[in-house]
Nanobody
Framework: QVQLVESGGGLVQAVGSLRLSCAVS????????MGWFRQAPGKEREFVGA????????YYSDSVIGRFAISRDNAKSTVYLQMNSLKPEDTAIYYC??????????????????WGQGTQVTVSS
């Protein structure tokens, strides 16, 4: 009965910034490894990054290193995706996801068992 709700998406110009939030309910948030994925029209869902359930270590796709940052607040059961220096190719629906395993570097969507409904991010040129 885990529920995830994303928020913070919108329209932003290139080189701008957005911060996405994902609120989790239904189980102890601190037991979940949390990931962010995105899906552009006509393309497959792709991994963006993930954060561990314990020490806060992170792992990112090469395409976002240095621009995006994931953080979590276990007291608020919320994970964040800070997006800076946005590019038009970042335009997609962004999803947060959770899994019980502690393998943060596994980037396959199929390894995540809990998913939010997504939030649209559009970056204009």
């Amino acid at each position: 009965q885990v529920q995830l709700v994303e928020s913070g998406g919108g329209l932003v110009q290139a080189v701008g910034s957005l911060r996405l939030s994902c609120a989790v309910s239904g189980r102890t948030f601190s037991t979940l490894t949390m990931g962010w994925f995105r899906q552009a029209p006509g393309k497959e869902r792709e991994f963006v990054g993930a954060i561990s359930r314990s020490d806060g270590s992170t792992y990112y796709s090469d395409s976002v290193i240095g621009r995006f940052a994931i953080s979590r607040d276990n007291a608020k059961s919320t994970v964040y995706l800070q997006m800076n220096s946005l590019k038009p190719e970042d335009t997609a629906i962004y999803y947060c996801a959770g899994k019980r395993t502690a393998i943060v570097i596994n980037t396959q969507p199929s390894t995540y068992s809990h998913w939010g409904q997504g939030t649209q991010v559009t970056v204009s040129s």
